[in-house]
């Protein structure tokens, strides 16, 4: 659906009047100098071509007894200039007849003095002539910013209306007139769409978070994404591969006949790009990071480690939707902490008697095929020669433990049902303290105990993860 305003002018109504016409056929209102203008988009499909909606404004002036001039365009800047340039009292114009714009002169655009003095040297008075001149020439003559003047002359212009009611959210929407089959194709398009889009959203002094793109199918369905980041941003890049990347990952049922895209509206993001800002990577480079990487393995294999309160191997599982959280600071962003649980083990006198499950020890999570580290609550419980395994109660603290990849085999020394001496290619001495046994395998209703583990300290050398599996024994980890 294309876009139209309307625009009054009225140097000589009060303000309260002119907004009073205005709600008549509008929300979205902004009151100027000598004037108003409104967003009058649909409305030609209630009451016709724009000078139809034209002259309905204009009844409503006559109706509230308000004199002045309204024009209806597609842009700002053009119902702007049409309004502003008619002296007549009363009347309405709108572009059905496309003459009447190219003949507005050139004094009224924002053209310096001394360039309107050249142009006038040259014989271009009015818009129609300067059109006729070649816009690279006028370019490469008065530099880059003269685009914006041609913008204007081609009724591209990209003023923006600033609403007297403050919205939340902007859409953009548009019907294509082939369907495509590919959601890729979309990109060039929506490239388009967001443009505009974060304008308009940048103009009222926002950012967003937050996109909701629907995709009207030509099957009759709707296919709809909500696309949500962690931090404002209005990188339109950034924004373009996050939403082709959902779109790989859960590509539309059937052919594409329009879309539509809605932004919402949020504050900006504080950041400090100077000489004292924190030098850390840009929260987009994760989360495209992460959208490749589900495209490539699977979402379901990429996500964040949570730890499992299980006897397993390695208990840990991966939740694909508890990424990292991005709160702002003065000096930039800044990641939240970590939410993986910690644990503190625990073991009774029974335990190792009874040839029971315990409480598990420290556990951590799986790692790369060299090594991994994995977070927990210290716990350790002392085995001594003379006394029976007793909880040691100790200060609770956060350390890490390290997989050996692919486990250490070792010999152990057994003397009177206690770990003495311990010997692997790695290290050799004798067990100081040791924790357990814990067997390895928490579902026992489910699977088979496999493995029995211990937890101990070998002289000069650190603590250990011990592990027994069909009488032959293996050093999981280190305890870091």
């Not at 409503?60 to 002045?68: H, L, N």
């Not at 990209?158 to 089959?181: G, M, Q, Y």
């Not at 603290?397 to 990849?405: D, H, K, L, S, V």
Request: some cysteine; overall charge negative; charged content about 25%.
């Amino acid at each position: 659906m294309a876009k139209l305003y309307a625009c009054i002018i009225s140097p000589d109504a009060a303000k309260n009047a002119l907004v009073a016409v205005a709600q008549e056929f509008a929300h979205a209102i902004e009151v100027t100098d000598g004037g108003v203008l409104f967003d009058v988009s649909g409305l030609e499909r209630l009451m016709g071509k724009p000078d139809r909606v034209a002259q309905k404004i204009l009844d409503e002036m006559q109706k509230q007894r308000v004199a002045g001039s309204v024009a209806v365009a597609e842009t700002v800047d053009t119902a702007m200039l049409l309004a502003r340039q008619q002296n007549v009292q009363s009347a309405s114009f709108s572009l059905s007849t496309p003459d009447l714009f190219e003949q507005l002169p050139l004094t009224d655009l924002n053209i310096e003095r001394d360039t309107l003095n050249v142009f006038s040297e040259l014989g271009l008075r009015n818009i129609s002539d300067l059109l006729a001149v070649p816009h690279d020439e006028l370019v490469s003559r008065y530099g880059r910013e003269f685009t914006d003047v041609i913008d204007v002359l081609e009724q591209r212009g990209k003023s923006l209306i600033t609403p007297n009611i403050k919205e939340n959210r902007v859409a953009w929407s548009f019907e294509l007139d082939n369907p495509v089959e590919d959601f890729e194709q979309l990109i060039f398009l929506l490239n388009h769409g967001l443009e505009r889009l974060f304008a308009e959203v940048k103009y009222a002094g926002f950012s967003t978070e937050h996109l909701d793109i629907k995709l009207n199918l030509r099957n009759k369905t709707e296919k709809t994404y909500e696309i949500k980041t962690s931090f404002p941003t209005l990188e339109r890049a950034f924004w373009l591969k996050l939403t082709n990347l959902r779109g790989s990952l859960d590509p539309p049922e059937a052919s594409i006949a329009g879309v539509d895209v809605i932004a919402h509206f949020t504050r900006p993001r504080p950041a400090q790009r100077g000489l004292y800002a924190v030098s850390r990577p840009e929260p987009e480079s994760l989360l495209l990071t992460v959208g490749k990487l589900k495209k490539l393995v699977g979402e379901e294999n990429v996500g964040v480690p949570m730890m499992l309160d299980q006897r397993l191997a390695e208990a840990f599982k991966l939740d694909p939707d508890a990424m990292p959280d991005v709160t702002t600071d003065k000096n930039g962003v800044s990641p939240r902490p970590s939410r993986n649980a910690l644990r503190r083990g625990s073991a009774s006198p029974s335990a190792a008697q009874n040839d029971s499950a315990a409480t598990p020890p420290l556990r951590g999570i799986a790692s790369k095929n060299i090594s991994g580290t994995a977070t927990a609550r210290q716990a350790s419980l002392q085995c001594d020669a003379a006394e029976p395994l007793r909880l040691i109660k100790r200060p609770s603290g956060t350390i890490a433990f390290t997989y050996f990849r692919p486990s250490v085999r070792a010999e152990v020394l057994i003397r009177d049902a206690r770990l003495v001496f311990i010997k692997t290619r790695l290290l050799a001495g004798h067990v100081l303290n040791c924790s357990g046994v814990w067997k390895g395998n928490s579902k026992w209703w489910d699977q088979p105990w496999r493995t029995q583990e211990w937890d101990i300290e070998v002289e000069n050398a650190g603590v250990y993860r011990l592990c027994k599996a069909r009488d032959e024994w293996f050093l999981l980890g280190e305890y870091d």
